[in-house]
């Protein structure tokens, strides 16, 4: 198996394609990174800025490059000895008008080859549904967009289509009978009865009205495609025959103002596999899983094993042919069994890198029967985020933000709060759905015959709410214990919470601890284990949509632990916390991958660096965003009863803009328009004035103008007067934090991960903000410089660099010169075990350090951190000024002289280090050292 020594991400899109990343793969390399990780490049919808929305796996995305841009580009990658990390998506594709076979299946219904392709619940609750899938993509009420003309009946060379300004649905084949037919007197009229063409016309609709419905497969798609082929022919070659249909089709789409004219199109519709519908209805009544409530994303049924390998037919070609050297699983727990997924994917691929997009919750392991290499790195993201927050302040920052925005409900409860919410206005259909399914079950058996629908969804979503992780893993072949240890304790909080549902409660545990099942039939027994795996699919989205895009967005008391699978009641990480997380990695998990930023993470790596700075200063904090909200006071929105921006989405507003602040004039960016987008999402999220689904565009706009007041460039804001001094000092520490946690994650036990261009600053607000695009030029210009200047005074560079510190090459230069000891040293790093420092002296808790060895040789790791403390904003923690006393307690194997592999210098030893050598000319260190035994 090839390991990454290091991976960097791109975002491939129509704006960065094959050819672009082609050009920087040699800076990658002198960068010193081993392997590209790409974003989805398979066919997605067209403009596509992610990739994530597959229309076809199959096919390389043509607006990434032609196959010749993608052989030269993974024939680079190749000549220079580097890998390729790719991201698949194997749970859902876009519903869309591209997706050749979900417009198979909406045009050919159960005689679809591809009729179990998708994740559709075709014999639904609802009669309505019953044998159609529910497409919610209207912007408006299904009956004002048909009497509004916005839903058009046309015709071409590939039949009948339904249209919706760029959707295009297909019709029937069963349909196309009573539109030929109407009016067909007429036609008789015009032709004469005898005429060839006309009899031709009627055994087109004999043709139609008489395909067998036994006949299946190629024959019926032969047969369809002759009948349509046969009535285009006649449309081309006959004139009356083309005024005749274009005429009916004129009729079908009716005309605006009269109602009625409209009755011929709504009946064609109601024929159709598919029912259109407003977007809206989708969080209600839905007959397909889609991801997260996203409606134009339609889920795979990847457990199919049909499905299993049609979907993957490209990859696994090109992982035979060694382009692909790595898969990195999206949204592993949207599938219904992932671990017989990833079974079925590695004994396909054989000994292959994979890694899963997998939230871990706080505490929460990995499966460890994964045969995987581990996470793509949100575990790491967090901890060592949390590390730089001082959790001994926790109670200072809960009073301060309890005293400026007066909220007091609890983290636990508004954890709990806001997933009843996405369950009650975005999941309400998938939740109906489930209880459904629960429903038919419980009618088999006496104890269960009384439970009524609505009660068995409210105990339902009781459990749902409460639930403590992403997803548990039961399947066929059983449950685990920690399974059992979730499913227990949501279902004991839920008794708690609605006790007059006792007695479905503990019907519904029985169900999840497959527990009672020798009584039962097969059938009975895999209804069973089927509604705990879709119950077990739920749970992810809900905790996604609940915590991620509502509670994140709402719970303000420090921004910087709003991340992606972090817990922002968990005030920081204790360092014991940080080194136990990784020596668990080194056993367990070693080749897993270490993220900082990726391109879903809520703000920049260097953001969280920077706001996770207050957690050192609570008062003076306080003190500012006090005097700010007084000087912005007449700048706030006056509505009727309420002030915008409120005082929690004020809080939110100054934590990001000392954040994500640029070291540049303002006037000279597009930072303020940023910012309006940015809250404008963040206050949608939050779902508490507008939302996605409601908006509300006065306190949208109110929001918009009190940023641009607040950030007016020029002499008379007396706001960013006040403002500048303070985010200076915050910024030059965040400056600080984001260097130790460059390291850290360089050295620690897995694979680092570099999102793209985070080799500067990162001070980017959540997508699609952090998916701008990056100046590569200016990146490998620096790179090219450094590198030569270290050759020839790497002192005078660092001096050089230190100085200059807001331009970002300091970044550059550290992360260059890590990995390239990384890749020296590979092994100590790979293989290497874990052993936390002990740090003596008066500034111990100001440091994390640890040591990675390998056979003769160490490697020590020195990270600054709580600095506030002991440097003033505009100095270096450098020196025995600075450090006094500090030292690292060594062991005696250790060697005794050491090279410091950023700044060349030598440092030496004598079961002590002093702290003051290791960091006289750079704010962290990496001690490079070798036993000649």
């Known amino acids: 198996m090839r390991i990454p020594t290091a991976t960097y991400r791109i975002q491939f899109h129509a704006g960065f394609n094959f050819e672009a990343a082609r050009q920087i793969v040699s800076y990658l390399e002198e960068l010193g990174i081993t392997d590209l990780y790409a974003s989805p490049i398979f066919k997605a919808r067209k403009g596509s800025s992610h990739g994530y929305d597959v229309v076809d796996s199959n096919q390389l995305n043509p607006e990434l490059g032609t196959s010749e841009d993608f052989e030269a580009l993974t024939d680079e990658i190749h000549n220079r000895k580097m890998g390729w990390l790719q991201d698949i998506v194997p749970n859902h594709m876009a519903y869309d008008t591209q997706n050749l ?236 069994d992932p671990t017989e997924y990833l079974k079925r994917l590695r004994h ?105 629908r609505p009660g068995l969804e409210k105990a339902l979503s009781a459990i749902l709410a409460i639930f403590p992780v992403y997803r548990t893993y039961i399947n066929q072949e059983g449950l685990r214990e920690s399974d059992r240890t979730y499913v227990k304790d949501a279902i004991a909080k839920a008794k708690q919470q609605i ?4 007695k479905e409660l503990n019907f519904i545990e029985t169900i999840l601890l497959l527990e009672a099942e020798e009584t039962l039939t097969t059938e009975q027994k895999e209804q069973r284990r089927h509604f705990v795996m879709k119950l ?79 957690s050192e200063i609570p008062d003076e904090w306080e003190q500012q965003v006090k005097s700010w909200r007084e000087l912005n006071s007449s700048k706030k929105v006056n509505l009727v009863n309420r002030m915008v921006p409120d005082t929690n989405d004020e809080y939110f507003f100054y934590q990001t803009l000392i954040g994500s602040f640029p070291f540049e004039e303002i006037e000279n960016t597009d930072f303020i328009d940023r910012m309006k987008d940015y809250v404008i999402k963040a206050v949608r999220e939050a779902k508490v004035h507008t939302a996605w689904l409601r908006p509300d565009n006065e306190y949208e706009t109110g929001f ?109 230069f550290l992360t260059t010169r890590a990995l390239e000891a990384r890749k020296q040293y590979l092994k100590v790093f790979q293989s290497g075990n874990y052993q936390p420092l002990e740090v003596v002296g008066r500034f111990k808790d100001n440091l994390i350090a640890f040591a990675r060895s390998y056979e003769n040789t160490t490697a020590i790791v020195i990270a600054p951190r709580f600095l506030t403390g002991i440097v003033k904003p505009e100095e270096m923690p450098l020196g025995e000024k600075v450090w006094k006393d500090t030292k690292l307690e060594l062991s005696e194997e250790m060697p005794s002289v050491w090279k410091d592999a950023i700044t060349n210098q030598m440092v030496e030893s004598n079961g002590q280090l002093a702290i003051a050598e290791a960091l006289n000319y750079f704010p962290a260190a990496l001690l490079i050292g070798e036993n000649s035994n």
């Open 348 to 452: 396909r691929i054989g000994d292959i890198y994979i890694t899963v997009e997998k939230i871990l919750e706080h505490k929460e392991d990995l499966p460890s029967y994964w045969p995987i290499e581990g996470t793509s790195g949100y575990d790491f993201l967090n901890y060592v985020n949390g590390v730089f927050c001082r959790s001994d302040r926790e109670q200072q920052f809960s009073d301060i933000y309890y005293r400026f925005t007066r909220l007091s409900v609890p983290y636990e409860q508004l954890f709990i709060d806001k997933k009843r919410l996405i369950i009650e206005k975005n999941l309400a259909g998938d939740v109906d759905n489930l209880a459904q399914l629960l429903k038919n079950i419980s009618g088999q058996s006496r104890q269960g015959n009384d439970f009524t």
């Open 536 to 614: 077990q699919q739920l749970t992810g989205p809900l905790m996604a949509k609940g915590i991620e895009d509502t509670l994140l967005y709402v719970y303000y008391r420090l921004l910087s632990l709003n991340e992606v699978g972090g817990n922002p009641s968990q005030f920081g990480v204790s360092l014991t916390e940080f080194h136990q997380f990784n020596q668990h990695q080194q056993a367990v998990w070693p080749h897993k991958m270490n993220a900082t930023a990726t391109h879903d993470t809520k703000r920049g790596e260097d953001v969280r660096a920077r706001i996770n700075v207050l």
């Open 101 to 336: 076979l979900l417009l198979d299946v909406l045009e050919h219904g159960p005689d679809s080859d591809y009729f179990d392709y998708f994740d559709i619940e075709w014999d639904h609750g609802y009669e309505h549904l019953r044998g159609r899938v529910l497409a919610p993509l209207l912007g408006n009420f299904y009956g004002e967009c048909l009497e509004n003309g916005e839903i058009k009946l046309k015709y071409n060379d590939q039949g009948l289509s339904i249209n919706y300004y760029s959707l295009k649905l297909p019709v029937k084949i069963q349909s196309y009978g009573n539109f030929i037919s109407h009016n067909l007197g007429h036609l008789g009229r015009e032709l004469g009865r005898r005429h060839p063409d006309f009899i031709k016309f009627l055994g087109i609709l004999y043709l139609i009205k008489n395909i067998p419905s036994e006949t299946k497969g190629k024959e019926r798609y032969d047969q369809i495609a002759f009948v349509k082929g046969l009535l285009w022919e006649l449309y081309n070659q006959n004139p009356i025959v083309k005024e005749f249909i274009d005429e009916n089709i004129k009729f079908f789409n009716g005309e605006k103002g009269n109602p009625e004219s409209f009755n011929l199109l709504d009946d064609l519709l109601s024929e159709q596999f598919y029912r259109l519908a407003f977007w809206k209805v989708g969080a209600e009544e839905i007959n397909y899983r889609r991801f997260f409530t996203v409606n134009e994303l339609i889920s795979v049924k990847v457990e199919d094993i049909k499905v299993f390998h049609k979907n993957h037919a490209l990859i696994f070609d090109l992982v035979e042919e060694g382009k692909f050297t790595g898969l990195r699983i999206d949204h592993i727990d949207g599938l219904y």
């Open 704 to 812: 918009m103008t009190f940023v641009d007041h607040v950030l007016q460039p020029g002499e008379q804001n007396q706001f960013l007067k006040k403002f500048a001094p303070f985010w200076k000092k915050v910024a030059d520490y965040g400056i600080l934090n984001s260097l130790s946690q460059t390291l850290l994650k360089i050295t620690a036990p897995g694979v680092p991960d570099i999102y793209q261009g985070t080799e500067f600053w990162d001070l980017s607000h959540v997508d699609p903000d952090n998916r701008r695009p990056v100046d590569f030029e200016r990146r490998i210009q620096v790179l090219q410089e450094i590198k030569q200047q270290a050759k020839s005074d790497i002192l005078q560079l660092i001096e050089e660099l230190i100085s200059t510190k807001e331009d970002a090459r300091i970044k550059l």
């Open 499 to 502: 006790p007059l549902l006792l």
